[in-house]
């Protein structure tokens, strides 16, 4: 009839909000210069942006996908979230590429983030401050974000899912076994990047620990020890593994007599004058795994004799050393060795243990 308007098409409630989200997200990462592709709303399949990653204007070869949301609608119980159903941990899981959440406060302006596919790959989620631990399930409804992204914490985003793309790629644990000590040493920190949330890479760094050497072997041992009630580490939510990944990974520090003898000499060899057995020191972060295996004591015995026989006293020494705290009789046990071992009574180190022991009962390790 003549002067009715025609029905139109309605706004869909969020729209505005949605694309509020994006726009701001959009807006502050080409700001800091990283190259921005938005998915057709038509192809929407987890992602509103494909993001590569630049340093110094050059794109980095790295690529995230970004999962945008908007509004109020996503500030439940006094945190923002993402909701999440089962598909969608499977997918932020099974993605190549990794997804990024984002979640714009159209009031603040605020925008926060999480990697969401981290987070779906670990076993564990953590909340801290108080280091409350949920199980991983996919059966989890929403996940909360707690980064804030902004021109000041940029670089730090930048810093972390570079890292996470470095630890990630194909090739990651390889750099591992390179003959140079300081790739192995990027193979360290990729195991030390996913460790943290999922036991398996620092269950690797554990299994290949014995074939490095020099720093990236000082690095393992390192890392290794977080996993561990290390009693001088100072803890923050940068390095705390949860009980969760720390008891599966404590799990392989079982240690053959081969093993702990190439270790103790190695870190005699960082350090000959023995400072490095000391509170702070790598001595110190290798008894800490070692000292996880229940049947450390019964080994230590079998390891001496490798390491007299390959005339590595000093290491002896050490082991002796390791041997006695442990002991029910440590000037007992000891004097047996050094009988099996005459060659260990010439050293002086070894001279020095007996004495302290004869005197005092036992040693420190550290």
């Known amino acids: 009839m003549a002067g009715e308007s025609s029905p139109r098409k309605k706004l869909r409630v969020g729209h505005r909000s949605e694309r509020g989200g994006i726009n701001a997200v959009r807006d502050l990462l080409e700001r800091q ?8 709303g038509r192809s929407d399949y987890g992602r509103d942006l494909n993001v590569d990653i630049t340093r110094d204007s050059e794109i980095t070869g790295g690529i995230i996908g970004v999962q945008v949301k908007g509004g109020r609608s996503f500030f439940r119980r006094g945190r923002w979230v993402i909701p999440a159903t089962k598909v969608d941990w499977a997918y932020w899981r099974a993605s190549t590429v990794p997804i990024i959440g984002m979640v714009h406060d159209p009031d603040s302006g605020i925008i926060r983030w999480t990697n969401l596919t981290e987070a779906a790959r670990s076993r564990v989620l953590t909340n801290l401050p108080g280091f409350k631990i949920q199980l991983q399930t996919d059966d989890l409804a929403e996940i909360a974000l707690d980064e804030v992204l902004d021109d000041d914490s940029f670089d730090s985003f930048i810093t972390r899912t570079e890292a996470y793309l470095a630890a990630t790629a194909d090739s990651a644990y390889l750099l591992l076994l390179d003959s140079d000590d300081e790739i192995r040493r990027q ?8 460790g943290r949330r999922d036991p398996r890479p620092l269950i690797l760094l554990r299994r290949v620990l014995t074939s490095l050497s020099g720093r990236s072997l000082y690095d393992g041992i390192s890392v290794l020890a977080h996993a561990t009630a290390h009693p001088d580490i100072f803890w923050t939510k940068q390095n705390w593994i949860s009980p969760v990944v720390e008891t599966a990974v404590q799990a392989s520090f079982r240690w053959s007599p081969d093993e702990l003898a190439e270790l103790v000499h190695a870190v005699e060899t960082f350090d000959e004058e023995g400072s490095d057995w000391q509170r702070g020191g790598i001595g110190q972060s290798l008894w800490s795994i070692l000292v996880v295996d229940p049947a450390l004591h019964a080994k230590l015995p079998s390891a001496i004799r490798i390491v007299v026989e390959a005339g590595r006293l000093q290491t002896a ?3 002796l050393i390791c041997l006695q705290y442990l002991a029910d009789d440590p000037v007992g046990e000891v004097d047996i060795l050094i009988q099996a071992h005459p060659s260990l009574a010439q050293h002086e180190m070894t001279r020095l243990v007996v004495e302290h022991l004869h005197e005092h009962g036992r040693l420190d390790v550290y």
């Open 317 to 319: 020494a050490r082991l």
């Open 187 to 194: 193979g360290v920190f990729n195991c030390w990047t996913l």
């Open 33 to 40: 210069g990283l190259v921005v592709d938005e998915v057709d």
